[in-house]
């Protein structure tokens, strides 16, 4: 397994493979780069069983990750996220209906997301420094009031909201 230079390491308690496989499914130009597996040699710092999933490397539209079975000693939480730039309100509305699906609703807000693993994502449109800057200060007031209102982003609301 090679890997580049910073390679994200998602730390699971068992569903690594799940979570890849889903993931996978989900960005385009994606896949399943490798799966190591625990073997005897593992028994001496671990109880998982031989055969089982260690961890699992994959590429999710070119970036790559690998996911970690290492137990319930840590859990997702929003201090890190993965941002997702979204041409058009239909990529909004792909990724934010995909990675929302069995996620916390009660983490929804301002673009960001919690995923049926607990792993955070902002969904947000790629001109969202553009609608949210701008020269005349109360357009950029009233697009950020509009925006901090807001769980999934709806650009035309965002842009309608500035030009109020």
Not at 100 to 106: A, F, K, L, Q, R
Request: proline share 4%.
């Amino acid at each position: 397994m090679l890997l580049k230079p910073i390679t994200p390491c998602l730390w699971y308690d068992g569903q690594a493979k799940e979570a890849a496989d889903y993931y996978v499914s989900i960005f385009p130009n994606s896949k399943i780069t490798s799966v190591q597996k625990f073997n005897d040699s593992h028994k001496a710092v671990t109880d998982q069983d031989t055969g089982s999933v260690l961890t699992v490397a994959f590429e999710l539209n070119g970036q790559p990750f690998v996911g970690l079975n290492g137990g319930p000693h840590f859990k997702f939480n929003e201090a890190v996220s993965f941002t997702i730039q979204c041409k058009d309100q239909a990529e909004i509305d792909y990724y934010w209906d995909k990675l929302g699906e069995g996620g916390d609703e009660s983490k929804q807000r301002c673009g960001w997301l919690s995923d049926r693993f607990g792993v955070s994502w902002q969904v947000v449109p790629a001109a969202l420094v553009e609608l949210m800057v701008s020269s005349d200060p109360e357009k950029a007031k009233k697009t950020t009031a509009a925006m901090l209102q807001m769980k999934k982003f709806d650009i035309a609301a965002l842009k309608a909201a500035g030009d109020s």
